[in-house]
């Protein structure tokens, strides 16, 4: 059955959410999982560029995603993690957060979002390619890092995705 959007509360985190993020990422299985305490401090540190969505009759997280505004370019949204819970997949939600993101005023000098993704990740493709339709806007997409920066073996290489300017 077709969730619709209104149906969830879409808010800044705090660092009462820092569990819950850490449980939705762990339970989405092909993102990275970091500490708990990280997911805590950033829910804590960066709520102003983080978001979470809450499911109104269960009060449950079932989205989070974490964003900072790039440290050398003030005019770049860099989203780090998107999760959606596998039940509310496919409703809208990711876009949905990545709009009210980019609507927050620590977004107003915001122009460009970046993201870094896997090559075989086609819905987190689809997700930023789609915001770059929604806004009529351009988007690049390069080498960032390769599957030999990573200490791990196992791991895919991360392309950047450059979306932007936009016009707000
Ligand atoms: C990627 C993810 C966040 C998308 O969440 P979502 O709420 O389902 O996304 P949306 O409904 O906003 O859809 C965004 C776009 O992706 C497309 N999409 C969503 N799921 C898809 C799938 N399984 N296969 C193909 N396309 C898909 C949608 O059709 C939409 O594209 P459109 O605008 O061209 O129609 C979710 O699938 C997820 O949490 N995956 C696991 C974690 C992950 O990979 N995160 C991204 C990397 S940081």
Wanted: some cysteine; charged content about 25%.
């Amino acid at each position: 059955m077709q969730i619709t959007t209104t149906e969830f509360h879409f808010r800044k985190p705090n660092k009462e959410d820092g569990a819950s993020a850490w449980e939705l990422v762990k339970h989405t299985g092909n993102l990275d999982l970091n500490s708990s305490y990280s997911y805590l401090m950033w829910c804590e540190m960066f709520s102003d560029t983080s978001i979470v969505v809450v499911r109104k009759d269960t009060q449950k997280v079932v989205g989070f995603i974490s964003g900072f505004i790039h440290p050398e370019k003030p005019d770049t949204l860099f989203i780090w993690q998107v999760a959606v819970h596998e039940s509310a997949r496919g409703n809208g939600l990711a876009t949905k957060m990545l709009l009210q993101l980019l609507d927050r005023s620590a977004c107003n000098d915001v122009e460009f979002v970046e993201a870094t993704v896997s090559p075989s990740n086609t819905p987190s493709k689809r997700l930023f390619l789609g915001l770059a339709r929604k806004f009529e806007t351009n988007w690049k997409i390069s080498d960032y890092f390769t599957a030999e920066d990573f200490p791990e073996s196992g791991h895919e290489d991360e392309l950047l995705f450059k979306i932007g300017p936009f016009e707000k």
